[in-house]
């Protein structure tokens, strides 16, 4: 049987013949068999040498860390709103407290917003709430349904009608002998604004028109009412004055007392001896209002002085107290107070800050898998006007890459108000197959 080796001698003898040369001698032959063999044992080496190398590459390049992906994110903008605009009063002078709203609105303890001048004006009925004050600092009642002493109504009393009505106050009856609880009178003199009643409750509580005047000054003093003057009890003198700013601490004053809260906050009420008695007051109910007095002496000096609860959507609603001085008519008051809660109200908003999915980063690796960094779930903010919105995210790194991992948060503030959402996988992060790890050697090993 033939050996390699034969076969390698003669294709070495027939490439001599056709090279020209003389037949071997069998020396040559011999040589040229230890060269082959040599040859030989060469090859096998090389090739061994290469094999082991390509199995250890290919084994290093299939366990190798692979580099980990890059994960860049961008704190989204702020929303912005509109500032809010607030309706003021376009006639006569006006002011407005607000209370409750601070953490929004800012300090509000003083006077919030304003129109015209501070200077004195007649304040007409509204004088009522004062003489209704300052009877009840005399003959206070226990709360707000406490219907107090009964007061009987003499023949002097019932002459008070006719005094009245010939100078076109609002009056209602008072039969001589005639009686009724102090909680019914002060009724009649606040809800239908009957001046009679509030001569007859004020001399009543005090014992002569001198007597009360003295006390209301001496009670207007005490309560830092400096820029109010009073020269009778019902307002139909133009010589009853006030300011707008010392017209908001009297209606804090009325606000506070029980009574006086509820009597101003009732629509219509049976009286003795009168029947049904209706508010001057149109706006109760309206936009929050729950008081307190209208005040009218023709045209030009038509008043409101109210209080209102006003509910923004922020928890407890808003406490507010305004006046309008100087109106041109009850109608033309009413609507300028409406329109100004109204504007108050829709102030407060809902602002959208995030929406479920809106895109915030994004995952990237060098073998082309990609994945989204979302917001998890929309949100919204209720705050004030145009408040500043401040939005804080903060993202790490994905544990799992699986679509939906929670890789951070995001918060925006307004005010007091805070609204938070997850950043989640949009998508998820998979392996690199292994052609990719055997042509990118140089993309291994930086896990």
Same mark, same amino acid.
């Given at each position: 049987m033939r050996t390699h080796d034969d076969v390698t001698e003669d294709l070495s003898e027939i490439a001599d013949l056709f090279q020209g040369a003389q037949a071997p001698t069998d020396a040559d032959r011999a040589v040229r068999r230890r060269r082959g063999r040599v040859g030989l044992l060469i090859t096998a080496i090389v090739l061994v040498l290469i094999l082991g190398a390509t199995g250890g590459y290919v084994w290093w390049a299939l366990a190798a860390p692979l580099p980990a992906p890059t994960v860049a994110s961008q704190t989204p903008a702020a929303p912005a709103s509109a500032a809010a605009v607030i309706a003021l009063p376009q006639e006569g002078a006006s002011a407005l407290s607000v209370s409750g709203g601070e953490a929004y609105l800012g300090e509000t303890s003083g006077i919030w917003a304003k129109t015209g001048t501070n200077d004195p004006r007649p304040m007409a009925s509204i004088t009522k709430l004062v003489t209704a004050l300052v009877v009840l600092e005399r003959k206070p009642l226990a709360d707000a349904i406490d219907p107090g002493p009964t007061i009987r109504f003499s023949k002097t009393d019932h002459d008070l009608y006719d005094k009245y009505y010939v100078q076109g106050a609002t009056?209602?009856?008072m039969p001589t002998g005639s009686s009724m609880s102090e909680r019914e009178a002060l009724a009649a003199m606040?809800? %239908?604004?009957a001046s009679n009643y509030a001569e007859a409750v004020s001399?009543?509580?005090? *014992?002569?028109q001198g007597a009360f005047l003295s006390a209301a000054r001496r009670w207007l003093a005490k309560n830092g009412l400096a820029e109010t003057r009073?020269?009778? %009890?019902? *307002?139909?003198? %133009?010589k009853n004055t006030s300011t707008p700013a010392d017209l908001i601490?009297? *209606?804090?004053l009325a606000a506070a007392n029980p009574a006086v809260a509820a009597i101003t906050a009732t629509r219509s009420m049976t009286l003795p001896n009168i029947g049904v008695v209706s508010n001057t007051n149109d706006l109760l109910g309206v936009e929050g209002v729950t008081g307190l007095k209208t005040g009218n002496l023709g045209d030009g000096a038509?008043?409101?002085l109210y209080t209102a609860s006003l509910d923004v959507g922020i928890g407890e609603p808003l406490a507010v107290v305004g006046v309008v001085l100087g109106g041109w008519s009850d109608r033309s008051v009413d609507a300028e107070v409406q329109a100004l809660l109204a504007s108050i109200r829709s102030g407060f908003h809902e602002v959208p800050v995030g929406s479920a999915g809106q895109v915030v980063g994004e995952v990237t690796t060098r073998w082309g898998d990609k994945a989204q960094l979302v917001i998890a779930e929309s949100a919204s903010l209720r705050t004030w006007s145009d408040t500043p919105i401040e939005v804080t995210m903060t993202t790490e790194k994905p544990k799992t890459y699986t679509d939906g991992e929670v890789v951070g948060s995001i918060t925006w503030t307004a005010g007091p108000n805070t609204a938070t959402s997850d950043i989640v996988l949009d998508g998820a992060i998979g392996q690199p197959d292994e052609v990719w790890r055997l042509k990118n050697p140089g993309e291994l090993g930086e896990g």
């Open positions: 009056i209602r009856a606040l809800i %239908p604004s001399t009543w509580a005090y *014992g002569s009073i020269v009778e %009890p019902t *307002g139909i003198s %133009p601490a009297l *209606g804090r038509h008043n409101l």
